[in-house]
């Protein structure tokens, strides 16, 4: 993308960073493959004190691909995967690229009826799974069951000669392994997929504008929709994170591996700008505050990125033992709305700045961060990435921009925007409008100087410990509750800028809804991150309009100050 002039947001850009990138010609499988050749003998990846070079690394991932092709995949076949932030994570994401294929990224928490309904759209052919969750793909009816299910027990990457070098209690240990290994009839074991010689290097390789990977959202509507990203996608939004972190070395980085790598931020995080970079990616199968602590006195964090909850507890903490996160220097907040107070905590035991972003999944993800530089404002979510173009505008018509400084919705462009949804014609055409310009669907407002703050969101959606969450999918689960009439599912703000899932319930004539009920049901059918922490009976009906549609934002309103 080239601008004819140069944007008025860029005079905050930390000095040195520029107003734009060149752009990929390559896929990320050269990319890869250029930073296992220069890389060599530096560590790629830390898990549970056990680490693996990028020559390793590289080893592994073309034997995988191998494996991947004798099961019949080749390119544009879609790869599920199902796995937590793992060894064998980083290395089926590249096996399944180096072959065309495209990837499709899976929380493997999800339950059966969620994960049936994604695989109906996508139809992989082969699943590399968590062999915790392989029996939900053991479930689906024969049509849409996966050719080839591939399961993945964890335990196999820990350092037996250690028992862990960072020093995990037995007890824990023997959790762990309780938590990691499930039965996997009628699977194939991980090392057998990779106990195959390296792949043709002859075998082709994807183009930049290839298809790489179709990552699941929310979206602006709720329903679960596909977004196509590109190779050029995640290698531009890789490149401009390379142009943020400008200060960042190459094999000097411990990047920390907090987020999962099934969610966008984690994929580019990681995946792509982390391999770019050459850094050790140091794995954690979800957020452990000892465990991060440990890891931090034998590789020092120097690029931390989580949400404000982990900022908070791990400041805490550190604070509390004695542990140096000096070393911390890029700290990125996403998500949700990042805190003064949490800033101010965060930066007292960091050694860098702490600085929110703004991205979704449609924009490989991120677009918009505040500085490395103290030009930064916190509670904005900053200006534009280098080669990203913004505007606001009237929502209910996208074709007029609003007066600067006026609410509007924020429509951003740049290179990596994503191409549509997969299968999904009509929600492509509302989403992303002529000229490559994506709806965000979120109402803020930009100062001159392009410092942009987010004020409401048109979309209803509910976001909880970094994910979204669809108020009608929730709904749709309770409602078929014994007793329920209707229900109205909203998020409450707490402080700490995350929000509560409520759902408000109005019962059927003389019937009796218990709390702890409908909350046990609806764990029996959506991810515990969907289930609500509160469930209110209605004293009367819900507000609803004209048309009988159900006012969420009267239902969140009324909710007690105290809740």
Same mark, same amino acid.
């Given at each position: 993308?080239?601008?004819?002039?140069?944007?008025?947001?860029?005079?905050?850009?930390?000095?040195?960073?520029?107003?734009?990138?060149?752009?990929?010609?390559?896929?990320?499988?050269?990319?890869?493959?250029?930073?296992?050749?220069?890389?060599?003998?530096?560590?790629?990846?830390?898990?549970?004190?056990?680490?693996?070079?990028?020559?390793?690394?590289?080893?592994?991932?073309?034997?995988?691909?191998?494996?991947?092709?004798?099961?019949?995949?080749?390119?544009?076949?879609?790869?599920?995967?199902?796995?937590?932030?793992?060894?064998?994570?980083?290395?089926? %994401?590249? /096996? #399944?690229? &180096? =072959?065309?294929?495209?990837?499709?990224?899976?929380?493997?928490?999800? $339950?059966?009826?969620? !994960?049936?309904?994604?695989?109906?759209?996508?139809?992989?052919?082969?699943?590399?799974?968590?062999?915790?969750?392989?029996?939900?793909?053991?479930?689906?009816?024969?049509?849409?069951?996966?050719?080839?299910?591939?399961?993945?027990?964890?335990?196999?990457? %820990?350092? /037996? #000669?250690? &028992? =862990?070098?960072?020093?995990?209690?037995?007890?824990?240990?023997?959790? $762990?392994?309780?938590? !990691?290994?499930?039965?996997?009839?009628?699977?194939?074991?991980?090392?057998?997929?990779?106990?195959?010689?390296?792949?043709?290097?002859?075998?082709?390789?994807?183009?930049?504008?290839?298809?790489?990977?179709?990552?699941?959202?929310?979206?602006?509507?709720?329903?679960?929709?596909?977004?196509? =990203?590109?190779?050029?996608?995640?290698?531009?939004?890789?490149?401009?994170?390379?142009?943020?972190?400008?200060?960042?070395?190459?094999?000097?980085?411990?990047?920390?591996?907090?987020?999962?790598?099934?969610?966008?931020?984690?994929?580019?995080?990681?995946?792509?700008?982390?391999?770019?970079?050459?850094?050790?990616?140091?794995?954690?199968?979800?957020?452990?505050?000892?465990?991060?602590?440990?890891?931090?006195?034998?590789?020092?964090?120097?690029?931390?990125?989580?949400?404000?909850?982990?900022?908070?507890?791990?400041?805490?903490?550190?604070?509390?033992?004695?542990?140096?996160?000096?070393?911390?220097?890029?700290?990125?907040?996403?998500?949700?709305?990042?805190?003064?107070?949490?800033?101010?905590?965060?930066?007292?035991?960091?050694?860098?700045?702490?600085?929110?972003?703004?991205?979704?999944?449609?924009?490989?993800?991120?677009?918009?961060?505040?500085?490395?530089?103290?030009?930064?404002?916190?509670?904005?979510?900053?200006?534009?990435?280098?080669?990203?173009?913004?505007?606001?505008?009237?929502?209910?018509?996208?074709?007029?921009?609003?007066?600067?400084?006026?609410?509007?919705?924020?429509?951003?462009?740049?290179?990596?925007?994503?191409?549509?949804?997969?299968?999904?014609?009509?929600?492509?055409?509302?989403?992303?409008?002529?000229?490559?310009?994506?709806?965000?669907?979120?109402?803020?407002?930009?100062?001159?100087?392009?410092?942009?703050?987010?004020?409401?969101?048109?979309?209803?959606?509910?976001?909880?410990?970094?994910?979204?969450?669809?108020?009608?999918?929730?709904?749709?689960?309770?409602?078929?509750?014994?007793?329920?009439?209707?229900?109205?599912?909203?998020?409450?703000?707490?402080?700490?800028?995350?929000?509560?899932?409520?759902?408000?319930?109005?019962?059927?004539?003389?019937?009796?809804?218990?709390?702890?009920?409908?909350?046990?049901?609806?764990?029996?059918?959506?991810?515990?991150?969907?289930?609500?922490?509160?469930?209110?009976?209605?004293?009367?009906?819900?507000?609803?309009?004209?048309?009988?549609?159900?006012?969420?934002?009267?239902?969140?309103?009324?909710?007690?100050?105290?809740?």
């Amino acid at each position: 993308m080239t601008t004819t002039s140069v944007p008025p947001w860029v005079s905050a850009y930390q000095p040195g960073v520029p107003a734009e990138i060149e752009l990929p010609t390559e896929s990320l499988v050269e990319m890869f493959e250029r930073s296992v050749a220069e890389g060599g003998p530096a560590v790629a990846m830390t898990f549970f004190g056990r680490t693996t070079t990028y020559t390793e690394l590289g080893q592994q991932v073309f034997r995988a691909a191998e494996g991947l092709r004798r099961l019949g995949v080749r390119p544009g076949d879609r790869v599920a995967l199902m796995l937590p932030n793992c060894p064998q994570h980083v290395v089926a %994401f590249y /096996a #399944a690229l &180096r =072959l065309g294929a495209v990837v499709v990224e899976h929380n493997p928490l999800y $339950t059966a009826r969620e !994960l049936l309904e994604l695989f109906e759209d996508h139809g992989a052919r082969v699943a590399i799974a968590w062999d915790v969750a392989v029996p939900k793909l053991q479930e689906f009816p024969a049509g849409t069951r996966p050719a080839t299910i591939v399961a993945v027990n964890m335990l196999q990457e %820990f350092p /037996a #000669a250690t &028992r =862990l070098a960072l020093g995990l209690p037995v007890r824990r240990l023997r959790e $762990t392994r309780a938590s !990691l290994t499930a039965p996997t009839t009628g699977t194939m074991a991980w090392k057998q997929l990779i106990d195959a010689p390296p792949v043709d290097p002859e075998v082709p390789r994807p183009a930049v504008g290839d298809l790489a990977v179709v990552q699941y959202t929310s979206g602006t509507t709720g329903h679960p929709k596909g977004a196509m =990203l590109t190779h050029s996608n995640l290698y531009s939004n890789a490149l401009q994170g390379k142009a943020w972190m400008k200060d960042a070395q190459y094999r000097k980085e411990n990047f920390y591996a907090l987020l999962p790598m099934f969610h966008a931020f984690g994929m580019t995080l990681y995946l792509t700008y982390g391999v770019l970079r050459q850094a050790n990616l140091v794995l954690f199968p979800k957020f452990d505050v000892d465990l991060v602590l440990k890891a931090a006195k034998q590789f020092p964090p120097t690029v931390y990125c989580a949400v404000p909850p982990i900022y908070e507890r791990t400041a805490k903490a550190a604070k509390e033992r004695g542990v140096s996160l000096r070393s911390a220097k890029y700290c990125i907040s996403g998500a949700m709305a990042l805190t003064d107070r949490v800033v101010e905590l965060w930066e007292s035991v960091s050694g860098g700045l702490l600085v929110e972003g703004y991205g979704m999944t449609e924009s490989s993800p991120v677009a918009l961060g505040n500085p490395f530089w103290p030009t930064r404002r916190t509670g904005t979510i900053g200006v534009p990435f280098p080669s990203t173009l913004m505007k606001v505008v009237d929502p209910d018509d996208p074709t007029r921009e609003v007066a600067q400084g006026e609410r509007g919705e924020l429509l951003i462009k740049g290179p990596q925007v994503f191409q549509g949804y997969w299968n999904n014609a009509e929600e492509t055409a509302r989403t992303l409008l002529p000229g490559g310009w994506l709806r965000t669907g979120d109402i803020v407002t930009v100062d001159p100087e392009g410092y942009t703050t987010i004020v409401d969101r048109a979309k209803e959606l509910i976001i909880t410990g970094g994910f979204n969450v669809a108020p009608s999918e929730v709904e749709t689960t309770i409602r078929t509750y014994p007793g329920v009439k209707d229900v109205a599912v909203v998020g409450k703000r707490r402080e700490d800028g995350s929000e509560l899932i409520v759902a408000v319930v109005e019962p059927e004539p003389g019937a009796t809804i218990e709390e702890e009920a409908v909350r046990a049901h609806c764990r029996q059918e959506l991810a515990a991150y969907k289930v609500p922490k509160r469930v209110i009976v209605a004293d009367g009906e819900l507000p609803r309009s004209m048309l009988g549609k159900i006012l969420r934002k009267q239902v969140r309103e009324s909710l007690p100050a105290d809740l």
